[in-house]
């Protein structure tokens, strides 16, 4: 696993070249922004010890099976932790994939596995954790979520963007990385998320793919330009078909 420092208080872990979680310092110690993989816990504590903090809490973007894929492990090894997540995507860390009635009604994508661990504080949006307010970002996962530093104004958007194979809202297709699109529940609600976290004006953005941004305001306007041009071609074929 490469560890990058990104800013004085984020520091990103990337495992396999393009999955990423992260550390961020706060006062009483570390918390952990996504588990990646299974069978990283290990290396994850020790990045962390390398960095001279513990690990105290466990943030969850979103639960697919690359953010959430080594949270048994963790938590077995670090039983104290705070673990956190959107109470909406708390249902699949249970096996509850059912949608709600007031939610667009089409198929989840991308793996949500079953995890043992129960989540000790359910997130919604404008909470704080610790330096991090959270932003509700539905669209890749019903319950997404994104994380402003209050203290430098970078975000951690999870899969909200990615910038590996090109920066992108959650939803378009980048031939080098399909992934993130691949496993996008739902692309108006992606661009609506991609918009709010723009808002924000960020000072860098990090993601769960692909380097952190600096600067990212005009990298994020054009993927959102592209979204929006394929979601209005989508709706000219549709139209077309009615």
Known sequence: MKITAATNNLFQLTHLVAFNCYLVRENDGFTLIDTNMSGQAQVIMQEASKLGLPIVRIVLTHAHIDHVGSLDALYEALPNVQVAIS???????????SLDPSEPQVPLRGGYPVCKTKPTLLLHE???????????????????LAFLDTRDRVVIAGDAYQTQGGVAVSGTIEILFPLPALATWHKGLSLESARK??????????????????????????AIRVMEQSLAKEQRKQSHVA
């Open 126 to 144: 404008g909470d704080r954790v610790g330096s991090l307010e959270v932003i509700a970002t539905p669209g890749h996962t019903p319950g997404h």
């Open 87 to 97: 109470e909406r995507d708390s249902r699949f860390l249970a096996g509850d994939k």
């Open 197 to 222: 976290l723009l808002a924000l004006q960020p000072s860098a953005l990090a993601v769960g793919h692909g380097r952190v941004l600096s600067h990212p305001q005009q990298a994020m306007e054009r």
